[in-house]
């Protein structure tokens, strides 16, 4: 729902942008279709990691493992695409390592 609402809008933002309609050979390409055959890829991938991973890892320290990925983000939105780390970001990133971090001590004891 929430991907066919942003589809929507982008849509409609376009329109009133002056975009015109994509054709055929914009997606033809050389850059537009590897991008594609990335995405494809990576989309495929990465169920079958996830599945392969939850049978070798304890459920508990796989999912806390996924959650990491909100601090990989912030640390590659920095190094790739400068964005500006900010406040509420690191407390959510602190609040992540310090759950992961408690769960982990809890689950041993």
């Known amino acids: 729902m929430t991907q066919a ?7 409609v933002l376009a329109i009133t942008q002056g975009e015109s309609f994509p054709t055929l050979s914009s997606f033809m390409s050389w850059p537009v279709v590897i991008g594609l055959a990335i995405g494809v890829f990576m989309n495929v991938i990465s ?11 304890d459920e508990v320290f796989a999912s806390q493992l996924f959650l990491s990925e909100n601090i990989f983000a912030l640390i590659v939105g920095y190094l790739f695409y400068g964005e500006m780390v900010g406040f509420v970001s690191l407390l959510g ?17």
């Not at 609402?5 to 982008?10: F, H, L, M, R, T």
């Not at 169920?47 to 890892?57: C, D, E, N, Q, S």
């Open 93 to 109: 990133a602190g609040v992540v390592v310090s759950s992961v971090y408690v769960m982990n001590k809890l689950q041993t004891t």
């Open 47 to 57: 169920p079958l990691v996830t599945i392969w991973a939850f049978k070798y890892l």
């Open 5 to 11: 609402i942003a589809s929507v809008v982008i849509f």
